[in-house]
């Protein structure tokens, strides 16, 4: 008998902001729930990776003022990031 697989954090927030789980017996992971939490925790890194690049361009010639939506857009990419980053690290440690 094995021992029972700890929920995986999903890239989504559910209602009022709190964190979804998904909880499988699944060893690879294929399901189509976590096929979609791959598919978004890529898409977030992704936009994460651009607004990055996009902040190294924009903020040298940037006004103070005008640094808002971007230092906004950043902070969020950030959260997603932090978020898979928790959920990989979490299914890493599992011994399974």
Do not use: F
């Amino acid at each position: 008998m094995t021992a029972p697989r700890e929920p995986r954090l999903l890239p989504w927030s559910g209602p009022e902001g709190k964190p979804c789980y998904l909880i499988t017996d699944d060893d690879g992971g294929g399901g189509p729930v976590s096929r979609l939490a791959d598919t978004t925790e890529s898409t977030q890194l992704g936009m994460g990776a651009e607004l990055l690049a996009h902040a190294r361009v924009l903020l040298p010639r940037t006004p103070r003022g005008e640094l808002r939506y971007l230092a906004e857009r950043l902070t969020e990419a950030l959260a997603d990031a932090l978020r898979v980053a928790e959920s990989r690290g979490r299914r890493l440690r599992d011994p399974n």
